[in-house]
């Protein structure tokens, strides 16, 4: 029981919301997101590097490949971006 608290950001209620906020992000809403929707939605929260953070969050998240987060790929996107410790309020 030391404080040694390795890396306990698995709070689900985040990324709940955060899924939410990032459903927001589908401008043109076909329900996917687009690498470019990611950037634009994350540079509105005032994220630093957002067109950066979108490629590499994009790539870690699109697990089939075709350039969109979909739906059973937004969680493992919310997850990603959650290490980034965005605020919602
Ligand atoms: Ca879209
Ligand atoms: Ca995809």
């Not at 029981?1 to 809403?29: A, H, S």
């Amino acid at each position: 029981m030391r404080k040694w608290c390795p890396r306990q950001v698995e709070v689900p209620l985040v990324e709940e919301q955060l899924k939410g906020l990032i459903r927001k992000f589908d401008t043109d809403g076909d329900g996917k997101i687009s690498r470019r929707e990611l950037r634009v939605g994350l540079r509105s929260l005032g994220l630093r590097f957002a067109g950066f953070r979108a490629f590499r969050a994009v790539r870690h998240a699109d697990a089939n490949g075709d350039g969109v987060i979909s739906d059973e790929e937004i969680n493992e996107l919310a997850k990603y971006v959650s290490k980034w410790g965005i605020s919602i309020t």
